[in-house]
T-cell receptor, first 114, second 112 residues
Framework: EAEVAQSPRYKITEKSQAVAFWCDPI?????LYWYRQILGQGPELLVQFQDESVVDDSQLPKDRFSAERLKGVDSTLKIQPAELGDSAMYLC????????????FGNGTRLTVT | AQSVAQPEDQVNVAEGNPLTVKCTYSVSGNPYLFWYVQYPNRGLQFLLKYITGDNLVKGSYGFEAEFNKSQTSFHLKKPSALVSDSALYFCAVTGGYQKVTFGIGTKLQVIP
């Protein structure tokens, strides 16, 4: 079964440093999501793409976070500068056709900011 | 604004017994409801969904869920729990064109 690929699996960085995460969705999935999951909580949407266009980034802290999906396939999420409160699991997901379709998640990147 | 409530932080059940994980929701318009399962240090895996039609939805690994419009609930059920079912379960809702909202999760512990 096709999977959503994410890298790295784990990342430790010092505060004020830059960090980047990569995601490759399931082939043919037009919608791509980045979620942040803090321990003990449900996933919180950071940004949603439809093909290469952002359709929802209302919860993305735009002063430090950026996301792109230049060719409408894979995507990168960047944090610069990282803060202690950014420590969390960052999950990428894709779906065939928007929010009515099941989301397929990658295994996430566990970020620790020291 | 849409929301999901999972009132139990943890559910404990003996192996072989039926299990229920509760979920209630609030959304404008017709709801699209989902259940996902998460194992430690892994992403979420889709279990089942309700879009329209029969109120009892069957999904993966023997799980099912019952949609109740009057009670705005979508409880997850399984007739006979397995130790391997122990995991974190998330209910999620969308009104269709809105973003998907997840609950805070319920930890299921199946006791041998």
């Amino acid at each position: 079964e096709a999977e959503v690929a994410q890298s790295p699996r784990y990342k430790i960085t010092e505060k004020s440093q830059a960090v980047a995460f990569w995601c490759d969705p399931i082939s043919g999935h037009a919608t791509l999501y980045w979620y942040r999951q803090i321990l003990g909580q449900g996933p919180e949407l950071l940004v949603q793409f439809q093909d290469e266009s952002v359709v929802d980034d209302s919860q993305l802290p735009k002063d430090r976070f950026s996301a792109e999906r230049l060719k409408g396939v894979d995507s990168t999420l960047k944090i610069q500068p990282a803060e202690l409160g950014d420590s969390a699991m960052y999950l990428c997901a894709s779906s065939f056709r928007g929010n009515n379709s099941p989301l397929h998640f990658g295994n996430g990147t566990r970020l620790t900011v020291t | 604004a849409q929301s999901v409530a999972q009132p139990e932080d943890q559910v404990n059940v003996a192996e072989g017994n039926p299990l229920t994980v509760k979920c209630t929701y609030s959304v404008s318009g017709n709801p699209y409801l989902f259940w996902y399962v998460q194992y430690p240090n892994r992403g979420l895996q889709f279990l089942l969904k309700y879009i329209t039609g029969d109120n009892l939805v069957k999904g993966s690994y023997g799980f099912e869920a019952e949609f109740n419009k009057s009670q705005t609930s979508f409880h997850l059920k399984k007739p006979s729990a397995l130790v391997s079912d122990s995991a974190l379960y998330f209910c999620a809702v969308t009104g269709g064109y809105q973003k998907v909202t997840f609950g805070i999760g319920t930890k299921l512990q199946v006791i041998p």
